[in-house]
């Protein structure tokens, strides 16, 4: 028993164990969701979090202890930002083309999400620093991590609340959308990219390759928007 | 041309129907790609440190990075290091999600209203979106 617990001692310390568990606990909760048939629910993303955040408490291992393994997979998530730029390129045709209705979409979706996120939480009493983390949580973990720094939000709390919005976004869109009778595949991807960004789009991937289109295109586009224009419209206010 | 080296050629067009694997030193297409991408965020922070822009290093990356490909620079690598940094996307927001465990006080204390405004939120951004491209896009 002893031995057990220095075996745990010994690997919670090392960097192996938190690079280990986040791939593995991954791998496991990616094929469950593929055998029920993905639905919504069983997001893999999800899972991982809950299992690994439970196993984390449980153990008493600190959160420290497990970055040190899991920051080199969270290192790239910067170069995948920068690969957004591919994304958005790779669809230029479409963009050009309907570049007045996904401007705008984005540009309403994206200023609704983050107003409705400031207004709903000011009216509910949530501290300044709360707020300001609120603010770009629709928009990709890395790059609301850097805009939350600027306009002086807890970086790590915004970089939680973007993973939560892409989670709810990718379980309850489609019930929301299947309210609005809205059934386009183009629509409901672009939408989804646009609120839960990566998360979002992951999920419209799997449902139809037109919505996965349209949902990295709204992504890669939201988060671009976002990060040159929020730090501009939060200095006048 | 003869005097071209058939397998270099091959490796230069990307491989073809029968991808050979590079040659000793020759470096991976992924993998010079993933170095042209970090080259680029690494060149994005430096120019939002050094200009004091206030936009995140990794956004004016993708900027510069669309940059490389209008100028019809490295197509191939940075096409096969994005596709594979692009398909595994989810995973990469792991850690910072178990970060949640960090700020269990913040939750425990706020939960129901963080809980309310999220969800709110979300669907407000979703719904808002997805009308207002469903009347304004082009047949």
Not at chain 1, 69 to 86: D, K
Not at chain 1, 151 to 163: N, R, S, T
Not at chain 1, 207 to 212: E, K, R
Request: hydrophobic share 60%; with cysteine.
């Amino acid at each position: 028993m002893n031995e057990l617990v220095e075996l745990w001692l010994y690997l919670s310390a090392s960097p192996l164990f938190g690079l280990a568990a986040t791939l593995g606990v991954y791998v496991l909760a990616a094929l469950a969701s593929a055998r029920l048939g993905q639905p919504p629910w069983a997001n893999p993303v999800l899972w991982t979090v809950l299992v690994l955040a439970a196993l984390l408490v449980a153990s008493g291992t600190p959160y420290a202890a497990y970055f040190a393994g899991a920051q080199f997979i969270h290192f790239l998530l910067g170069p995948a930002v920068v690969a957004l730029g591919w994304l958005l390129w790779q669809r230029r045709a479409a963009l050009r083309r309907q570049a007045l209705a996904f401007g705008v979409a984005a540009l309403a979706g994206g200023a609704a999400a983050a107003g409705s996120a400031v207004l709903l939480g000011q009216a509910m009493g949530l501290p300044v620093e709360i707020v300001a983390a609120l603010a770009p949580k629709s928009v990709t973990a890395p790059v609301a991590m850097g805009i939350a720094e600027r306009i002086g939000g807890v970086p790590a709390l915004a970089a939680v609340f973007a993973v939560l919005t892409g989670l709810i976004g990718a379980v309850t869109a489609p019930y929301l959308f299947d309210a609005l009778r809205i059934t386009s595949p183009a629509v409901r991807g672009f939408a989804l990219g646009t609120a839960s960004h990566g998360i979002g789009a992951a999920r419209a991937l799997q449902v139809h390759p037109d919505a996965g289109a349209h949902a990295g295109l709204a992504f890669a586009l939201q988060a671009l928007l976002a990060a040159l224009l929020l730090p501009l419209a939060l200095r006048w206010l | 041309m003869d005097g071209v080296d058939p397998l270099l050629g091959r490796v230069l067009e990307g491989g073809g129907v029968n991808p050979v694997p590079p040659r000793p030193g020759t470096p991976a297409p992924a993998l010079a790609g993933l170095a042209l991408l970090l080259g680029c965020q690494l060149a994005g922070e430096l120019l939002a440190r050094a200009t004091g822009l206030p936009w995140p290093g990794p956004v004016l990356g993708l900027l510069l990075l669309i940059g490389l490909l209008a100028a019809g620079l490295w197509q191939g690598p940075i096409a096969a290091a994005c596709e594979v940094l692009l398909a595994h996307l989810s995973l990469l927001f792991v850690p910072v999600g178990v970060g949640v465990i960090t700020h269990l006080d913040a939750v425990a204390r706020h939960g129901l209203a963080l809980a309310g405004v999220l969800l709110l939120s979300t669907w407000i951004g979703l719904a808002v979106t997805a009308l207002v491209l469903k009347a304004l896009l082009k047949p």
